[in-house]
Each structure stands twice: as C-alpha cells, then as structure tokens.
C-alpha cells in the first residue's frame, strides 16, 4: 500500500503565476482533502473533495480551486500566485462514510518568489 | 466556530523524562480530538485519536491522551521520552458526525529531546 502520495514534493514559481499540485489518495479510500501549512502554522483546511464534487471549503479565496478524477485522485490549482501562497500543501484521504481517521501525504513544499 | 489552543509553542526536555503537550478546544458541539505528529519535512502522522468511549486513549508508542470534557483539554502524556520523539505535535479536532476532513489543527508544539 503506497499511502497518499503527492507531487511534486518541492516547486518554486513566480509571483502571478498559476500552480497545480497533485495527490492520489491511499488504496480504498474516496475522499480527498487540502490543507496549507504556513511555516510554524498548523494546518489550514482549504477543501474538500467526494464524488468528484467539493464538498467542504475553508477560508481560502477563488484563487484555490480543485478537481477529482473519477480514480479519487486530486488537484489543487492556484491562480494569480501570491507570496503569502508559499507553503506546505498537504492533501489527506480517508473514507467519507468512515470519517474517522485522515491519512496525509508528505506534501509538496510551493515557493512562491 | 471551533479552534484549538496549543499552549506551548516549545518544549525542551530531557531523555528519558516525562512530558506534557497541552492542547484546549473550544467548540458549541461534541467533537472528535486527535494528535498528529510531524517529523522534519514530512506530512503528518496520526499519533492517537478520542471519538467515544474511554476518555483516556493510547498510541504503540507510549503516548497517551486524556480528554476531559468539563476542562475542554486533551492533552499529550509520555511518561519517558526518546530521542526518537523529537518532532512537532499538532493536536486537532473535528465536528463529531461531520465529515473529518474539515480538521482545526492548532499551531503545534515543538518537542525537542535532549540526551
């Protein structure tokens, strides 16, 4: 079982420009979640994702839109880069019938410069 | 709205001492807790989980949890630490009935080890 996986695990972009992070999801599991991990933040949600269709949303701007894929896996896109974007983007599967234990990735470090 | 205090943004200790993460929620509604951990560039490891039942939960690796319902705390025990537990522990919670992937993590507290 590879667990959730992510990729790329580091990137660096420019101000203005546009990103897309991606995550399968761990074997069985339907349901995908985004967070942002500001350095010495914990964890924000940004969305959710079950059925191909976001189901929860943090506090984050348009700017942040996602996507499933009928295999579960995800994407986070991000428009318009801003600096304040640089992080640690993690995404989290679980079963969205059994929500009682989230499984993440190792994340994908964004830069923004 | 829910959120999650961690008192302490660090804490040193020494090997082989006991230790203590606090962690306090606020929340009008009945919630699951955790305890993630976070080793240097990884994600994020669920350490122990509260959802019913006992009130005081335990991991394979010697760390317990006690929730306490009236005092709105799940803090973090081990009674002797290892050089190995080094890492950041990130305590959250979740609505009780909703969909876990809306967590509230607090900031995080820093356990650093010392020999």
């Known amino acids: 079982d590879a667990g959730v996986t992510q990729s790329p695990t580091h990137l660096i972009k420019t101000r203005g420009q546009q990103v897309t992070l991606r995550c399968s999801p761990k074997?069985?599991?339907?349901?995908v979640s985004w967070y942002q991990q500001a350095l010495g933040q914990g964890p924000q949600f940004i969305f959710q994702y079950y059925e191909e269709e976001e189901r929860q949303r943090g506090n984050f701007p348009d700017r942040f839109s996602g996507h499933q894929f009928p295999n579960y896996s995800s994407e986070l896109n991000v428009n318009a880069l801003l600096l304040g974007d640089s992080a640690l983007y993690l995404c989290?599967?679980?079963?969205?019938?059994?929500?009682?234990?989230?499984?993440f990735g190792q994340g994908t470090r964004l830069t923004v410069v | 709205a829910q959120s999650v205090t961690q008192l302490d943004s660090q804490v040193p200790v020494f090997e082989e001492a006991p230790v203590e993460l606090r962690c306090n929620y606020s929340s009008s509604v009945s919630v699951y807790l955790f305890w993630y951990v976070q080793y240097p560039n990884q994600g994020l490891q669920l350490l122990l989980k509260?959802?019913?039942?006992?009130?005081l939960v335990e991991s394979i690796n010697g760390f317990e949890a006690e929730f306490n319902k009236s005092q709105t705390s799940f803090h973090l025990r081990k009674p002797s630490v290892h050089i190995s537990d080094t890492a950041e522990y990130f305590c959250a919670v979740s609505n009780y009935g909703g969909s876990q992937g809306n967590l509230i993590f607090g900031k995080g507290t820093k356990l650093s080890v010392k020999p």
């Open positions: 509260y959802l019913s039942g006992s009130t």
């Open positions: 074997s069985g599991h339907d349901t």
């Open positions: 989290a599967s679980s079963l969205y019938v059994k929500n009682t234990e989230a499984f």
